[in-house]
């Protein structure tokens, strides 16, 4: 079992370094063509690295607290296969209180993925993060009026719903099409 499990994390980490292999070739070919962008491509890739070491060792130590601090049970309960219409309004909830960068929240995702939470949560929870912050409705308020702003707020609800619902059917499906592959290629 702990051998497949740093298989596991041995191949992710070949993955994730391949990406990194390609990402960084790409950027290198592009500045080749691109010479005049080269300064501009430099600063805002360091800036962006600068942002991610000061943002990133702080949310790992509020993962790592979450990961202790909330029990399997209260994630079940609350954002789990039962948790229902109020797992729904929670996660819509959490996700639009942060004001954060999106990139925060799949570590939060993760950790709720591993307790228990349903995919459908974690899909809305991710949206609502990126679509729905609680500061960005006070901005449309007060420059695009509360017409605007409700019916964008609404329409985002719904979406992200019909979204999150919508996706984990697909991969329900997906796993149960795998699944039946597998039983008749094993001859069940």
Not at 104 to 130: D, E, H, M, R, T
Not at 154 to 169: D, R, Y
């Amino acid at each position: 079992m702990k051998e497949n499990i740093k298989e596991k994390q041995r191949k992710g980490m070949i993955r994730d370094i391949i990406i990194l292999g390609i990402a960084i070739v790409i950027a290198i070919i592009l500045i080749s063509l691109f010479p005049d962008k080269r300064e501009v491509i430099t600063a805002s890739s360091w800036e962006f690295f600068i942002e991610m070491i000061w943002i990133l060792p702080a949310v790992m130590m509020l993962m790592g607290l979450f990961a202790v601090w909330v029990s399997k049970e209260t994630v079940v309960k609350y954002l789990g296969e039962t948790s229902g219409i109020k797992g729904i309004f929670l996660a819509i909830f959490f996700g639009a209180l942060p004001t954060g960068p999106l990139y925060v929240a799949f570590p939060v995702a993760a950790v709720l993925i591993k307790k228990g939470a349903k995919i459908s949560n974690i899909i809305i929870f991710l949206s609502a993060w990126a679509c729905i912050k609680i500061p960005q409705e006070m901005v449309e308020l007060k420059f695009l009026g509360l017409k605007f702003m409700a019916a964008r707020l609404i329409l985002t609800i719904i979406f992200v719903v019909i979204m999150g619902l919508s996706i984990e059917k697909i991969i329900e499906w997906t796993d149960k099409t795998k699944m039946e592959a597998v039983k008749n290629n094993a001859g069940i």
